[in-house]
């Protein structure tokens, strides 16, 4: 079993713009399965596609699957199985022996940016990179099978 151990957190946008940041990925990820306690979750990421399995959060825990699935297989999922959608860019920025995941969203949800940030333990510490700003780990509006229901715009 695997746990993932996730804090996310809104980005300032002017120091995220006036940031250093290596290209990003185009992803678009869909949700087959989305209730309180587990979601199922199709991306697809340039050549690459994944379907991930999470059960509910506990503090910041809880337990996630991973596979990747071919890109086609991947296609014809999200045509005959998705319920709802995003697409955002993904930047990956090392910062202080750690690995940071920007999400800069589109669509519906333009304007948002999130930072996000995998941990080995709930109470480990680390540093935050300047453009990080407040945290958002338990506001479930903030999480992207929320997104995908009720857009960022509509708040």
């Not at 006036?18 to 309180?36: M, N, R, T």
């Not at 337990?63 to 697409?87: G, H, M, R, W």
């Not at 995941?101 to 930072?115: Q, T």
């Not at 509006?141 to 708040?155: D, E, G, Q």
Request: some cysteine.
């Amino acid at each position: 079993m695997a746990i993932e151990i996730e804090r996310k957190f809104l980005v300032d946008y002017n120091k995220w713009q006036a940031a250093d940041k290596p290209a990003g990925s185009k992803l678009k990820q869909g949700y087959i399965v989305d209730y309180e306690n587990r979601t199922v979750r199709l991306r697809i990421a340039g050549d690459k596609a994944y379907l991930t399995f999470k059960s509910g959060t506990t503090g910041i825990s809880r337990n996630e699957y991973e596979y990747e699935i071919p890109v086609n297989d991947a296609a014809e999922l999200f045509k005959q199985f998705v319920k709802t959608s995003l697409e955002k860019t993904r930047y990956c920025i090392p910062h202080d022996n750690k690995l940071w995941e920007v999400d800069v969203f589109e669509g519906d949800n333009e304007g948002l940016i999130i930072a996000e940030i995998e941990l080995d333990s709930e109470d480990e510490q680390f540093a935050l990179p300047p453009w990080v700003g407040r945290e958002v780990s338990g506001d479930a509006r903030y999480y992207n099978s929320s997104l995908s229901v009720t857009p960022f715009k509509t708040w």
